[in-house]
C-alpha cells in the first residue's frame, strides 16, 4: 500500500484550520452558556418571589375565611345569623353554612344551597370522627352534582358539627392572573396533591391528583424553592419557583417552559455563530495566503531542480535577504488583523451581553418595586407591611396597628367610575402619609382596606393620632369639577411584649374595624384584647 501524499500547501491549511477552529467553537459555546446561566439565575429569583406573593395572598384569605366560619359558628350558636353575615360570607365565596350532629347528619342550614350541605357528611365523602376541633381546610371535592367545592370543618362545644362550603372562583382568578412568555403559568393545589387551579381546564374540572410529581410532594411538605421537572399537561421541561400557603396547606408553583428561556437568548446565538463564522472565514483565507507565501519559494526551487535534471541551466537563484523580513512582517501584521477581527468581534458581544444584563437588572429592580408596593396608590403592599410590622416585633418595638375601611367607596366607584375611585384611593394614601410621623408606615392592605403602624404603645396616643386621621379623611378631596367625600371605620390593635404573632394582630384591628362598622361606621374602636 502506497503511502498517502498531499501537497504542502494543502497540509499547511489544513493544519492552520484545525488549530484555529476549537477556540473559536470554545468561545462561542462558553459565551453562549453563560448567558443562559445568567438568564436561569434571574428566572430562579423572579420565579420563586412571585410564588411566595402568590401563596400571601392566599394566606390572608384563608385567614379572612376563617375568622368569618368562626364568626358565623358563634352568631349561628347564639340564633344571630343575619344578612349581613350572610354578604360578609358571599363576598369571600362561602356558599353554604350548616350543622351536623357527631353522627354526621344535619341539624340546620343556616345559609346556601341544598346541593353543597347534603343530608349526611356521607354523602360528601367526609367522617365525623376525622373532623377536629380546630378549623380545618379540607381537600377539593368534585362530584357531577355540585360544583367544585372545599369545606371548612370543625367541632363545636355540644360535639356537633359545623359545615362552610366555599367555592375556590378566588383562587381560579389568582390563577388566571398569572400569565407570561407563550406558556407560563401558575398552578393550584390543595394538601394531598390534586388540582384546584390550572391552566388544564380537563385537570381542574377532575381534581386531578398529581401528588407523585417531585415538585408537588416538595409543596405537601411545606418546602418552598425552585425545581425543573418534567410536565405532562404541558408536555415540556419546566422551571418552576413553588411555595405553600401556611393556614391550609395548599400549594402555588409558578412554572415555564426552560425552552422559552433559551428560545430569549436567539438572537444572541445567531451574533454569535455569525462571528465565528466570519472569524472561520478570515483565517481560512490568511491560512491559504501564508500558506502561498512559504509554498511559492519551494516551487521555485523545484522547477530550478527540474530545469537542471533536464540539463537546462537555469539563471542563478538569486537569494533574496529582505524575502524573510517580509514574510515574518506579512505574518504578524495578518495575525494582528485577524486578532483585531476577533478582539472587535469579542468587544461587540459584550457589549450586547452587557447591555442585556443592564435590562435584566432593570427588570428586577422594577419587579422588586412592583412586589413590594401598590400599582394605584404607590404606597407599600401588605407584603411590605407584614415585613416592618415583623421587623418591628423581633426588634421588640411597641406599636400600635389602625386597620382602616373607607365607607361608601363603592357608590364613588359607581357614580363616578374605577379611574375616578382610583384616583381617590391614591389622594386618600397620600393625605394619610404626609400626616403620619417620620417612624409611622401606610399601606394599601388590599381593595379600599388601608394599615397604619404608629411608633407607639400608647393607647391615647394613638387613639388621638386616629382621631386626626379621622377629621382629615373627612375633609372633600377635590379633582377638578368634582369633589368627592368618604368615610372611614377604624380598627386599633396594639402589639405586646408577650405577642410576636403579627397575624393575630392583623385580626384584632381587623375585628375592631367590622365593630367600628357595625357602630355606625365613621368611628373607631380600640381592640379589647
Same mark, same amino acid.
Given at each position: 500500500?502506497?503511502?498517502?501524499?498531499? +501537497?504542502?500547501?494543502?497540509?499547511?491549511?489544513?493544519?492552520?484550520?484545525?488549530?484555529?477552529?476549537?477556540?473559536?467553537?470554545?468561545?462561542?459555546?462558553?459565551?453562549?452558556?453563560?448567558?443562559?446561566?445568567?438568564?436561569?439565575?434571574?428566572?430562579?429569583?423572579?420565579?420563586?418571589?412571585?410564588?411566595?406573593?402568590?401563596?400571601?395572598?392566599?394566606?390572608?384569605?384563608?385567614?379572612?375565611?376563617?375568622?368569618?366560619?368562626?364568626?358565623?359558628?358563634?352568631?349561628?350558636?347564639?340564633?344571630?345569623?343575619?344578612?349581613?353575615?350572610?354578604?360578609? /360570607?358571599?363576598?369571600?365565596?362561602?356558599?353554604?353554612?350548616?350543622?351536623?350532629?357527631?353522627?354526621?347528619?344535619?341539624? *340546620?342550614?343556616?345559609?346556601?344551597?341544598?346541593?353543597?350541605?347534603?343530608?349526611?357528611?356521607?354523602?360528601?365523602?367526609?367522617?365525623?370522627?376525622?373532623?377536629?376541633?380546630?378549623?380545618?381546610?379540607?381537600?377539593?371535592?368534585?362530584? *357531577?352534582?355540585?360544583?367544585?367545592?372545599?369545606?371548612?370543618?370543625?367541632?363545636?362545644?355540644?360535639?356537633?358539627?359545623?359545615?362552610? #362550603?366555599?367555592? +375556590?372562583?378566588?383562587?381560579?382568578?389568582?390563577?388566571?392572573?398569572?400569565?407570561?412568555?407563550?406558556?407560563?403559568?401558575?398552578?393550584?393545589?390543595?394538601?394531598?396533591?390534586?388540582?384546584?387551579?390550572?391552566?388544564?381546564?380537563?385537570?381542574?374540572?377532575?381534581?386531578?391528583?398529581?401528588?407523585?410529581?417531585?415538585?408537588?410532594?416538595?409543596?405537601?411538605?411545606?418546602?418552598?424553592?425552585?425545581?425543573?421537572?418534567?410536565?405532562?399537561?404541558?408536555?415540556?421541561? /419546566?422551571? #418552576?419557583?413553588?411555595?405553600?400557603?401556611?393556614?391550609?396547606?395548599?400549594?402555588?408553583?409558578?412554572?415555564?417552559?426552560?425552552?422559552?428561556?433559551?428560545?430569549?437568548?436567539?438572537?444572541?446565538?445567531?451574533?454569535?455563530?455569525?462571528?465565528?463564522?466570519?472569524?472561520?472565514?478570515?483565517?481560512?483565507?490568511?491560512?491559504?495566503?501564508?500558506?502561498?507565501?512559504?509554498?511559492?519559494?519551494?516551487?521555485?526551487?523545484?522547477?530550478?531542480?527540474?530545469?537542471?535534471?533536464?540539463?537546462?541551466?537555469? =539563471?542563478?537563484?538569486?537569494?533574496?535577504?529582505?524575502?524573510?523580513?517580509?514574510?515574518?512582517?506579512?505574518?504578524?501584521?495578518?495575525?494582528?488583523?485577524?486578532?483585531?477581527?476577533?478582539?472587535?468581534?469579542?468587544?461587540?458581544?459584550?457589549?450586547?451581553?452587557?447591555?442585556?444584563?443592564?435590562?435584566?437588572?432593570?427588570?428586577?429592580?422594577?419587579?422588586?418595586?412592583?412586589?413590594?408596593?401598590?400599582?394605584?396608590?404607590?404606597?407599600?403592599?401588605?407584603?411590605?407591611?407584614?415585613?416592618?410590622?415583623?421587623?418591628?416585633?423581633?426588634?421588640?418595638?411597641?406599636?400600635?396597628?389602625?386597620?382602616?375601611?373607607?365607607?361608601?367607596?363603592?357608590?364613588?366607584?359607581?357614580?363616578?367610575?374605577?379611574?375616578?375611585?382610583?384616583?381617590?384611593?391614591?389622594?386618600?394614601?397620600?393625605?394619610?402619609?404626609?400626616? =403620619?410621623?417620620?417612624?409611622?408606615?401606610?399601606?394599601?392592605?388590599?381593595?379600599? *382596606?388601608?394599615?397604619? =403602624?404608629?411608633?407607639?404603645?400608647?393607647?391615647?396616643?394613638?387613639?388621638?393620632?386616629?382621631?386626626?386621621?379621622?377629621?382629615?379623611?373627612?375633609?372633600?378631596?377635590?379633582?377638578?369639577?368634582?369633589?368627592?367625600?368618604?368615610?372611614?371605620?377604624?380598627?386599633? #390593635?396594639?402589639?405586646?411584649?408577650?405577642?410576636?404573632?403579627?397575624?393575630?394582630?392583623?385580626?384584632?384591628?381587623?375585628?375592631?374595624?367590622?365593630?367600628?362598622?357595625?357602630?355606625?361606621?365613621?368611628?373607631?374602636?380600640?381592640?379589647?384584647?
Amino acid at each position: 500500500m502506497k503511502p498517502l501524499k498531499f +501537497p504542502l500547501r494543502f497540509i499547511l491549511l489544513t493544519a492552520m484550520l484545525c488549530v484555529s477552529v476549537v477556540p473559536i467553537a470554545l468561545f462561542s459555546y462558553w459565551t453562549i452558556q453563560n448567558a443562559l446561566e445568567k438568564e436561569f439565575a434571574a428566572v430562579h429569583e423572579k420565579h420563586l418571589l412571585l410564588a411566595h406573593n402568590t401563596t400571601a395572598a392566599l394566606d390572608r384569605y384563608a385567614l379572612d375565611v376563617k375568622a368569618v366560619y368562626d364568626t358565623s359558628a358563634q352568631l349561628a350558636q347564639n340564633l344571630h345569623f343575619h344578612p349581613e353575615q350572610i354578604s360578609l /360570607m358571599e363576598q369571600l365565596n362561602i356558599l353554604a353554612f350548616a350543622q351536623y350532629d357527631p353522627s354526621g347528619n344535619l341539624i *340546620e342550614r343556616y345559609y346556601g344551597q341544598a346541593v353543597l350541605v347534603p343530608p349526611s357528611l356521607s354523602e360528601i365523602e367526609m367522617v365525623p370522627t376525622d373532623i377536629k376541633p380546630e378549623i380545618q381546610f379540607s381537600k377539593i371535592f368534585i362530584s *357531577e352534582s355540585a360544583p367544585p367545592t372545599i369545606y371548612l370543618t370543625s367541632v363545636g362545644p355540644k360535639s356537633n358539627i359545623w359545615i362552610a #362550603a366555599i367555592n +375556590p372562583n378566588y383562587l381560579y382568578n389568582i390563577q388566571k392572573s398569572i400569565s407570561f412568555g407563550d406558556k407560563g403559568h401558575a398552578a393550584i393545589v390543595d394538601q394531598f396533591g390534586s388540582v384546584i387551579a390550572h391552566p388544564n381546564p380537563s385537570w381542574e374540572q377532575a381534581g386531578k391528583n398529581i401528588a407523585k410529581i417531585s415538585i408537588i410532594k416538595q409543596m405537601m411538605r411545606g418546602e418552598s424553592g425552585v425545581a425543573q421537572f418534567y410536565s405532562p399537561a404541558m408536555n415540556a421541561d /419546566m422551571i #418552576a419557583g413553588f411555595a405553600t400557603v401556611p393556614t391550609t396547606g395548599w400549594g402555588v408553583m409558578i412554572p415555564q417552559p426552560t425552552s422559552e428561556l433559551e428560545s430569549k437568548l436567539k438572537d444572541l446565538k445567531q451574533v454569535t455563530h455569525l462571528i465565528a463564522a466570519l472569524c472561520f472565514i478570515i483565517v481560512a483565507l490568511l491560512s491559504w495566503w501564508i500558506s502561498g507565501i512559504v509554498v511559492k519559494p519551494v516551487k521555485r526551487l523545484i522547477k530550478m531542480t527540474e530545469d537542471l535534471s533536464h540539463h537546462q541551466y537555469p =539563471l542563478p537563484f538569486k537569494k533574496d535577504d529582505s524575502l524573510t523580513s517580509i514574510e515574518i512582517d506579512t505574518l504578524v501584521t495578518s495575525f494582528n488583523t485577524m486578532a483585531e477581527e476577533v478582539d472587535r468581534g469579542q468587544k461587540e458581544l459584550e457589549k450586547r451581553v452587557i447591555e442585556r444584563t443592564e435590562k435584566l437588572h432593570k427588570a428586577e429592580k422594577q419587579a422588586r418595586h412592583l412586589a413590594s408596593h401598590d400599582l394605584v396608590t404607590g404606597l407599600p403592599n401588605r407584603i411590605a407591611i407584614r415585613a416592618d410590622a415583623q421587623k418591628r416585633i423581633h426588634r421588640n418595638e411597641p406599636f400600635t396597628l389602625l386597620f382602616i375601611d373607607l365607607d361608601g367607596f363603592k357608590p364613588i366607584n359607581d357614580q363616578y367610575g374605577h379611574q375616578m375611585g382610583d384616583r381617590l384611593l391614591k389622594a386618600f394614601g397620600e393625605r394619610l402619609r404626609s400626616n =403620619l410621623g417620620e417612624n409611622d408606615n401606610i399601606a394599601r392592605y388590599g381593595g379600599d *382596606e388601608f394599615i397604619v =403602624l404608629l411608633a407607639t404603645d400608647s393607647k391615647e396616643s394613638a387613639k388621638e393620632t386616629a382621631e386626626q386621621l379621622l377629621t382629615y379623611i373627612r375633609n372633600p378631596f377635590a379633582f377638578g369639577e368634582h369633589k368627592v367625600s368618604i368615610q372611614a371605620s377604624i380598627g386599633v #390593635a396594639q402589639s405586646k411584649p408577650d405577642t410576636r404573632d403579627l397575624d393575630q394582630i392583623i385580626h384584632d384591628a381587623d375585628i375592631a374595624m367590622y365593630n367600628a362598622k357595625k357602630a355606625g361606621k365613621n368611628c373607631i374602636v380600640c381592640s379589647s384584647v
